[in-house]
């Protein structure tokens, strides 16, 4: 299935691939690109790894055990915990719709046998993307419509950069958030209640050069904006209610910084807890965006 490219009057870009789980492989705006592949392009798409605007779905980040008996559409991290769902390479859309700023793809969940075995909650799912001159809006819908609720866990990966800044020039702006403890797997810590062990306020603004991230927040008020800023540029993700949890991701001296708006913390599809439902016969829309100034 060929890749799409969306162009807006003013003359951005933006090209996504339907083989690779709908992942947005660029978006360009003044000819310069806002999101980074962690790897050259070919390898990328040979591989189940995150780059671009890739969705997590129907899990965000990893879960706290595997149920999935080594399904290979399941990615799987260092200490083989399940980890950014089982779309990352799908490719077998119910319905696709392009126009020439727009594309949205529909996946009657149901209807897939595998996608049942994975996650035993059907519904329908519809992913889309507007492309607009300086922003490009994400929405993701979830419909109950299979007579049953539908578990909401799942989550954004976009890989942030500025072109032709140095790494070392970048800095970083976060709204108020809460620190959510993670043990050294990554997984969200709960106390003997099962309540998540938040660590109060953290404050994640400043230069990026000398840290790295890899950690989990709760958004501590209605807050949504987050900005990487470099020489005369930002670029922005808003992602406000129902995206309460955060996941922020910058490995060492990389160029780019990863800003995953989350329905819900880690391992909460396999903790039961903190987990928003879909009730049968409603629809959920969570939408998020880019921006570059």
Known sequence: MPDIDLNSPGGSTARIAPELGFCCLSWCVDGREHVRLPVPEDEFRSDAKTG??????PFANRLRADPYDGHPWVKRDDNDLPIHGCLLRFEAWDRLEVGDDRAAVHLDWGAHEELMRLFPHPHRLEVGYLLEDRRIIVNTRVVADGGCDVPASFGWHPYLCLPDVASSRLALETPPLEHVRLDEQCLPVRDESGTLVVEGPSDLDGPLPGRTF???????????????????????????????FIQVYHPPEADFVAIEPMMAPAAALSDRRDLPVVRSGETLDASFELSVD
């Not at 671009?52 to 779905?57: C, E, N």
């Not at 950690?215 to 309460?244: I, N, Q, Y």
């Open 52 to 57: 671009g605007i890739p969705l997590l779905y």
């Open 214 to 244: 890899d950690d989990l927040f709760r958004r501590a008020d209605d807050g949504t904006v987050f900005s990487l800023e470099g020489g005369d540029r930002v670029v922005r993700l808003r992602a406000g209610a129902p995206w309460h």
